[in-house]
Nanobody, 117 residues
C-alpha cells in the first residue's frame, strides 16, 4: 500500500526558512514527476512547485524565487526549501505526482506550515 509522508513543517516567523521532505512507502517516487502542493483554510489546493524525474523544475507564480524543489533519487525523497516565508504561505503542504502525471498517489496527511510573528 502506498503511503506518502510529508515532514518538516512548523511555526516560523516571517522571513524565516523551512525545509520540507516527502518520502513514500510502497512506491518509488523516483519513477514520477513529483510536486508540492498546499492548501490554506478555505482555499483550494494549489501547486507550489514540481520536479521531473530528471530534476527539471517549475514553480507557482507566487513563489518568485523564494522556494527550491529538489529530489534525491538515492534516498527516494523530494524536498522543498522555503526561504523568505510570508504569512500568506501558511497552509498544509502536501506532495504528490505532478499535475500531468496520470497516476495520483493516495494523499498523505501533509505538514502544517505556519508563518506568524
Amino acid at each position: 500500500q502506498v503511503q506518502l509522508v510529508e515532514s518538516g513543517g512548523g511555526l516560523v516567523q516571517p522571513g524565516g526558512s523551512l525545509r520540507l521532505s516527502c518520502a513514500a512507502s510502497g512506491r518509488r517516487l523516483s519513477l514520477y514527476d513529483m510536486a508540492w502542493y498546499r492548501q490554506a483554510p478555505g482555499k483550494q489546493r494549489e501547486l507550489v512547485a514540481g520536479i521531473s524525474t530528471f530534476a527539471g523544475s517549475h514553480y507557482g507564480d507566487f513563489v518568485k524565487g523564494r522556494f527550491t524543489i529538489s529530489r534525491d533519487n538515492a534516498k527516494d525523497t523530494v524536498y522543498l526549501q522555503m526561504n523568505s516565508l510570508k504569512p500568506d504561505d501558511t497552509a498544509v503542504y502536501y506532495c504528490n505526482t505532478d499535475r500531468w502525471v496520470l497516476t495520483t498517489l493516495p494523499w498523505g496527511q501533509g505538514t502544517q506550515v505556519t508563518v506568524s510573528a
